[in-house]
């Protein structure tokens, strides 16, 4: 069973940047799965905002080059550097696992398609 703990969230500025850690646990490896960060706001649908398969990085058009995705397999950290803050960037942020062919689909930002989550951690951004 893949355990997933997120860290790292906070309340910063405008402009701000935090970096969001995803502990994992109960796999052999990351390389195995198709990793991918989430993100929901009150009365919003939830939302992937970055996705990792191996050397391949993903991401949707209102974070991008502004929000990175990395993994160091070694400690089997997923992490999630996000800057130039936003005010509509908060949020409580999941990160989430997959099967591979998830990452090489249409289908990668669809949370239904995800089969394990972590407990969240909440990103404010404030004006």
């Known amino acids: 069973q893949v355990q997933l703990v997120e860290s790292g969230g906070g309340s910063v500025q405008a402009g701000g940047s935090l970096r969001l850690s995803c502990a994992a646990s109960?796999?052999?490896?990351?390389?195995?799965?198709?990793m991918g960060w989430f993100r929901q706001a009150p009365g919003k649908e939830r939302e992937g905002v970055a996705v990792?398969?191996?050397?391949?990085?993903y991401y949707p058009e209102p974070v991008q080059g502004r929000f990175t995705i990395s993994q160091d397999t070694a400690k089997n950290t997923l992490y999630l550097q996000m800057n130039n803050l936003k005010p509509e960037d908060t949020a409580m942020y999941y990160c989430?696992?997959?099967?591979?062919?998830?990452?090489?689909?249409?289908?990668?930002?669809?949370?239904?398609?995800?089969?394990?989550w972590g407990q969240g951690t909440q990103v404010t951004v404030s004006s």
């Open positions: 989430a696992a997959s099967s591979p062919i998830i990452c090489l689909s249409q289908s990668k930002y669809d949370y239904k398609k995800y089969n394990y």
């Open positions: 109960g796999y052999t490896s990351a390389s195995g799965y198709c």
């Open positions: 990792i398969y191996a050397v391949s990085k």
